[in-house]
């Protein structure tokens, strides 16, 4: 009977655990944007096997992570008669300013319940 070596094992001794730690280091990465924009992502490990001559073996590792994006928001702007962008509506009119008195009442009212 032929008892396979269990794969971790294998992943464990790429680039003398190098594979693994990047591996961590892209999950994590990767599970904090899930969690920032509520979206799904993709962690791709891709393995290359060569073989290498008188019983030898290369592998190759690749890791990819997608991660998703943030949304970006929209802007409104307007078009003047001139042809150029506004961020305020030209056919709004102005509304003058004045100051206002910030004075207290002398007498104030009392509520009781």
């Known amino acids: 009977m032929n008892k396979s070596r269990p794969f971790i094992d294998t992943l464990r001794d790429i680039e003398a655990g190098g594979l693994l730690d990047e591996l961590s280091e892209t999950q994590h990465s990767l599970i904090d944007a899930i969690r920032l924009?509520?979206?799904g992502g993709?962690?791709?490990i891709k393995l290359a096997y060569k073989p290498d001559g008188n019983?030898?073996?290369t592998i190759k590792a690749d890791v990819k992570a997608k991660e998703p994006?943030?949304?970006?928001g929209t802007s409104l702007f307007f078009l003047t008669p001139e042809g150029n962008l506004t961020r305020r509506?030209?056919?709004q009119q102005d509304l003058p300013l004045r100051t206002v008195n910030d004075e207290k009442p002398e007498v104030l009212r009392q509520v009781s319940q």
């Not at 994006?69 to 970006?72: D, E, F, G």
């Open 55 to 57: 019983g030898q073996m």
């Open 69 to 72: 994006a943030l949304s970006r």
């Open 89 to 91: 509506d030209p056919r």
């Open 42 to 44: 993709e962690l791709t």
């Open 37 to 39: 924009t509520g979206k």
